[in-house]
């Protein structure tokens, strides 16, 4: 089967580095996603890795490696409205499904 | 953002009624999705349309049927549900079903079954 673990909650302070980790279990993916969820919003992609390494997008960066199947999210200079749920998520290789994780809760605190 | 759009944004339904939700996307996408999305669990993936064609059920319940007659529009009618339906049912689209596409996700309908 394929499965998906991350921290359900994450606290820090405005302007602090935050790290949110992913590990997984699959037979086969394209790549990993990573998606932010304001309290009663609609999932917003924020990064896709496919190989591993660093993909960097303004003060999100995304990390993969196959080989440890383990991925994380890399959030600097935290604000207060980056305070949301974020979901890594596994594009799988039957029919481009994708496979969430229960989300990670982040509060940022003054 | 008004790529992908659901209505209506909430809905009160009891057991016995028949109620529909609608998405439609402005993107050119050709793939859409229903996902299911409960109180501290994951999304599940629900339905997967390809080209208006069903490719994915993912074992769900007949209570639930989809329609997508165009690629743009997706309907999801609802009948007898339980309450355990209740839940937040997200939409979203993406270019195709190929992989690697970033799938892009409405606000949602909140269902409440009483």
């Known amino acids: 089967g394929q499965s998906l673990e991350q921290p359900s909650e994450v606290t820090a302070v405005e302007g602090a580095i935050v790290q949110i980790n992913c590990t997984y279990q699959t037979s086969g993916f394209y790549g990993l996603s990573w998606y932010q969820q304001h309290d009663g919003g609609a999932p917003t992609f924020l990064s896709y890795?496919?190989?591993?390494g660093l993909e960097e997008t303004g003060r999100f960066s995304s990390f993969l490696s196959r080989s440890d199947s383990y991925g994380y999210l890399l959030l600097q200079e935290l604000q207060m409205k980056d305070s949301a749920s974020y979901f890594c998520a596994l594009l799988v290789y039957q029919g481009g499904k994708l496979i969430f994780g229960q989300g990670t809760e982040l509060s940022v605190k003054p | 953002e008004t790529g992908v759009t659901q209505t209506p944004r909430h809905l009160v339904m009891g057991m016995t009624n028949k109620k529909s939700l609608k998405c439609e996307q402005h993107l050119g996408h050709n793939a859409m999705y229903w996902y299911k999305q409960s109180a501290k669990k994951p999304l599940e993936l629900m339905f997967v349309y390809n080209f208006k064609e069903q490719t994915e059920n993912n074992s769900v319940p007949s209570r639930f049927s989809p329609e997508c007659p165009n690629s743009s529009h997706l309907f999801l009618h609802l009948h007898t549900l339980q309450p355990e339906d209740s839940a937040l049912y997200l939409c979203a689209s993406s270019q195709s079903t190929s992989g690697r596409d970033t799938q892009y996700f409405g606000p949602g309908t909140r269902l409440t079954v009483l």
């Open positions: 890795n496919a190989l591993d």
